[in-house]
């Protein structure tokens, strides 16, 4: 009982404190006096209320706006519990065996929160800006991090499916909390629907699995495949496809990217950055520490037609693209067909595959925090750039935004002297060790294709001049302040990537 208390400890930590902030955020506590007594009371029009509200001292008590001050709170409780994390058990097996912590998820765990928390803070001024007054919008973000937090220590299938509906059941509220855009409507449906179609894949595959075998963990199903040196029935191979078709949905990984754009589109900044990041961290950490080996035991190298079709498809679609948030879309689907690259080496790609995620993971952070930046155009006041030409003469009205929208173009394509080049020389040396020549040819295409709609942006930004008048607001200082730092992580990281490399390779290892 005790040690079971001592293996769930961080949990614990992390769903205790959520309720805690539950009640703190839906409470009359994070509300000024002003809207949580004197805005009910003039509207039941009770006497002396005229008297109550001039007094400054009461009418400001409370915290300014109630979303960011429970954004601090969040990110306090992520950075908590990644330090919880690091003095857990490194060796625990929980629930029966349906969640096992090791050296791996722990790691990966850490950076999991870590990430959140920095997500969190960057986007701390921007809920005052837009006017968000949802205080159930972080305990859905924290929900959905618990999911993605289980999901790399889960090793059995129905605790797998437990785990992705939590996170998407979260999502899906998430992406539609802007109800006054149609977009966001819009947005919301096509995750809930395609989110339900992708959950009926994924039992389907499951109760294929468990009918033929009789097994739902992992490990013992890859166990099965090497003693049947691959030759498992027909059912068998069924289920395994559809449960990796599921976890290549939630990558958004082409052919079964289509929703993508649309959900990118209509959410906010703010969860779009969580959407396009956090679920990678979990699924990739899943499919390489558990689902790897029975993939590859099943299927072989057959993962290489959605590599393939993922680099044509980030190469070529984001061509035609004059809304930023769709062009960030498409780029992400190309980017995860270079993820799935090294995994076509087997574990010896593995660190490669780590590289090119922490990279991709602090580029996603300039590129989505430069769009929290307020924007002002004749039509909408205070709203993120959300067309390409939108960044017209950024060079001259704002040449710091300039700098970090060239940095972090740059670095998606991959091109030096920023760290994009550092995880796409791995990813392209990995496959090369492995004689992957056809695919190597078709990546170095795709990042050459690719380069023109990333130096288009810079092309805007410093040559076009703009048609319309259009105005940058006042940024958020610890905004400012974090997309600063992550720039000069990107511009540091080729020239000092030691530790990087080092850290990967320890995942690459204990994986």
């Known amino acids: 009982m005790i040690t079971s208390f001592i293996g769930w400890a961080p949990e614990v930590f992390f769903i205790s404190a959520l309720l805690a902030l539950l009640w703190y955020g839906t409470g009359v506590v994070v509300s000024p006096v002003s809207e949580a007594w004197w805005m009910p009371a003039r509207r039941e029009h009770l006497a002396g209320v005229q008297a109550f509200a001039p007094k400054p001292s009461l009418a400001t008590a409370g915290p300014k706006h109630s979303v960011t001050h429970l954004t601090w709170w969040s990110a306090t409780l992520c950075v908590l519990t990644a330090l919880q994390l690091a003095y857990s058990p490194l060796s625990a097996v929980e629930a029966g065996g349906c969640f096992i912590r090791d050296s791996f998820t722990q790691q990966l765990g850490r950076g999991l929160f870590a990430y959140a928390a920095l997500c969190l803070v960057a986007r701390a001024g921007w809920y005052k800006v837009r006017k968000v007054v949802h205080t159930e919008y972080l305990v859905l973000v924290l929900l959905a991090l618990l999911g993605q937090h289980l999901l790399l220590m889960c090793t059995n299938l129905m605790a797998l499916y437990l785990c992705l509906e939590l996170q998407s059941f979260s999502l899906v509220v998430l992406c539609s909390l802007n109800y006054t855009n149609a977009y966001s409507i819009e947005a919301g449906m096509k995750y809930f629907l395609l989110s339900a179609f992708r959950s009926s894949l994924l039992l389907l595959g499951v109760g294929l699995i468990y009918w033929q075998t009789g097994l739902a963990d992992c490990s013992h199903l890859q166990?099965?495949?090497?003693?049947?040196?691959?030759?498992?029935?027909?059912?068998?191979?069924?289920?395994?496809?559809?449960?990796?078709?599921?976890?290549?949905?939630?990558?958004?990984?082409?052919?079964?990217?289509?929703?993508?754009?649309?959900?990118?589109?209509?959410?906010?900044?703010?969860?779009?950055?969580l959407m396009s990041t956090l679920p990678k961290i979990s699924v990739l950490g899943f499919w390489a520490h558990h689902w790897h080996s029975v993939w590859f035991q099943t299927f072989g190298t057959s993962l290489g037609w959605f590599r393939v079709a993922s680099l044509i498809v980030g190469a070529v679609a984001p061509l035609a693209q004059v809304q930023i948030k769709r062009l960030l879309a498409f780029s992400s689907v190309g980017h995860m067909g270079f993820m799935l690259m090294p995994l076509a080496a087997g574990s010896e790609g593995f660190s490669a595959l780590w590289v090119y995620l922490i990279i991709y993971l602090v580029t996603s952070l300039v590129s989505w925090g430069l769009l929290?930046?307020?924007?002002?155009?004749?039509?909408?006041?205070?709203?993120?750039?959300?067309?390409?030409?939108?960044?017209?003469?950024?060079?001259?009205?704002?040449?710091?935004?300039?700098?970090?929208?060239?940095?972090?173009?740059?670095?998606?394509?991959?091109?030096?002297?920023?760290?994009?080049?550092?995880?796409?020389?791995?990813?392209?040396?990995?496959?090369?060790?492995?004689?992957?020549?056809?695919?190597?040819?078709?990546?170095?295409?795709?990042?050459?294709?690719?380069?023109?709609?990333?130096?288009?942006?810079?092309?805007?930004?410093?040559?076009?001049?703009?048609?319309?008048?259009?105005?940058?607001?006042?940024?958020?200082?610890?905004?400012?302040?974090?997309?600063?730092?992550?720039?000069?992580?990107?511009?540091?990281?080729?020239?000092?990537?030691?530790?990087?490399?080092?850290?990967?390779?320890?995942?690459?290892?204990?994986?």
């Open 223 to 273: 166990e099965l495949l090497v003693y049947t040196a691959g030759d498992a029935s027909l059912t068998t191979w069924m289920g395994i496809w559809l449960v990796s078709l599921a976890l290549l949905w939630k990558l958004a990984r082409a052919p079964l990217h289509l929703w993508a754009a649309d959900v990118y589109q209509g959410s906010w900044s703010s969860v779009t950055l």
């Open 372 to 511: 929290f930046w307020p924007f002002g155009r004749p039509s909408s006041i205070g709203v993120a750039p959300q067309y390409l030409w939108d960044l017209a003469g950024l060079k001259n009205s704002s040449p710091a935004a300039a700098a970090a929208w060239g940095i972090a173009v740059m670095s998606l394509a991959g091109l030096p002297p920023v760290g994009g080049f550092l995880g796409k020389l791995g990813v392209f040396w990995s496959s090369l060790t492995v004689h992957q020549y056809a695919l190597l040819s078709i990546a170095l295409r795709a990042t050459l294709l690719g380069s023109v709609y990333y130096l288009r942006v810079l092309k805007l930004a410093y040559v076009d001049q703009p048609t319309a008048w259009s105005s940058l607001g006042v940024y958020a200082p610890v905004t400012a302040y974090l997309v600063s730092s992550a720039c000069l992580v990107l511009l540091l990281v080729l020239w000092h990537g030691a530790p990087l490399v080092l850290f990967s390779h320890l995942l690459a290892l204990v994986c």
